[in-house]
């Protein structure tokens, strides 16, 4: 720990390595109060230009040593929006690749913004407890509604968010009507 606090870096000020931090962990990310703003389709197959490339991400920071991983680490989590096991939910997140999920509850209990692709035309195999227990209270909750054939299910899946409450910014897309996604948004920011 001496090394650490005579370390040229953890010699500046705390402004300015939060954003060194920002810029090592979550370049791309967006404020709430851009996330809040209403896009008419959430689903991105409706884009009108190619996605962008995301820039590279640098956790190794997180390893340097004690102090950065304490400072560091909730930037990491907190600021990123990360995508929900379609069954399990809140159980092995992911970032940028479904193949590498979150394992450990400590980071995991860090996340405030996530997103679920939701498939209408198939069992979700959670419950609506789960989801509510899960998602309520978040920061931000994207749900990104899918199915194989266009109106060719009912919104059953969909309705098992309905107990999900004190969302900050919640966004409903893709497959569902207007009405019913603005619905289900001001239900779970209620």
């Known amino acids: 720990v001496n090394q650490q606090q005579t370390s040229p870096f953890f010699r500046l000020p705390g402004e300015l ?13 967006k404020p709430l109060s851009e996330l809040a703003i209403h896009h008419k389709h959430v ?9 962008r490339t995301p820039s590279p991400l640098y956790p190794a920071i997180l390893s340097a040593c004690r102090k950065a991983h304490l ?32 394992q450990y509850a400590r980071p995991i209990s860090l996340i405030r913004r ?15 407890e789960q989801a509510k227990v899960a998602f309520s209270g978040v920061e931000y909750f994207e749900v990104r509604v899918w199915e194989a054939q266009f109106e060719m299910s009912d919104y059953t899946a969909l309705a098992l968010l309905t107990g999900v409450r004190g ?6 897309g893709g497959s569902v009507g207007e009405e019913v996604a603005r619905w289900m948004e001001r239900l779970m920011m209620s």
Do not use: G
């Not at 996530?114 to 609506?128: N, V």
């Open 43 to 51: 689903n991105t197959q409706h884009r009108t230009q190619p996605p």
């Open 17 to 29: 390595r939060n954003e060194i931090y920002n810029l090592l962990l979550s370049p791309d990310t």
């Open 167 to 172: 969302v900050k910014v919640a966004k409903v």
């Open 114 to 128: 996530w997103q679920l692709s939701l498939r209408l035309d198939t069992d979700p195999r959670f419950t609506a």
């Open 71 to 102: 400072e560091a680490t909730p930037l990491l989590y907190e600021s990123h929006i990360f995508h929900a096991h379609t069954s399990l939910l809140t159980s092995f997140p992911h970032l940028t690749s479904a193949y590498r999920p979150i």
